[in-house]
């Protein structure tokens, strides 16, 4: 079992920048996989970005590529989105996510273990 909580949501205008943080715990983080995404009301949860275990391999979704970057430390058992030149269509509420792979995946399917969210509001 994973548990993960998720911090550094907000409000935040056009332009500016947020920096969400995941912290893990119970199985091994470094082990896993971890996603971040995002669900904006009324639409279906979508992939945002991903890192392998190690940290070694990542992937973006088109809409967040350029200006999202996700990070990994292993030793505080925490994953971070360093959010840049945000939009109003940014605004979410974000979810970090486990799998029990060492391999990033895009597919909300893919991922074994969520936290609660954080929202993320960008004002225009």
């Known amino acids: 079992q994973v548990q993960l909580v998720e911090s550094g949501g907000g409000l935040v205008q056009a332009g500016g920048s947020l920096r969400l943080s995941c912290a893990a715990s119970g199985r091994s983080f470094s082990n896993s996989a971890m996603g971040w995404f995002r669900q904006a009301p009324g639409k279906e949860r979508e992939f945002a970005a991903a890192?392998?275990?190690?940290?070694?391999?990542?992937g973006y979704a088109d809409s967040v590529r350029g200006r999202f970057t996700i990070s990994r430390d292993n030793a505080k058992n925490t994953v971070y989105l360093e959010m840049n030149s945000l939009k109003p269509e940014d605004t979410a509420l974000y979810y970090c996510?486990?799998?029990?792979?060492?391999?990033?995946?895009?597919?909300?399917?893919?991922?074994?273990?969520w936290g609660q969210g954080t929202q993320v509001t960008v004002s225009s």
């Open positions: 890192i392998s275990w190690s940290g070694g391999g990542v």
């Open positions: 996510a486990a799998r029990q792979s060492t391999s990033w995946r895009s597919l909300v399917t893919a991922y074994d273990y």
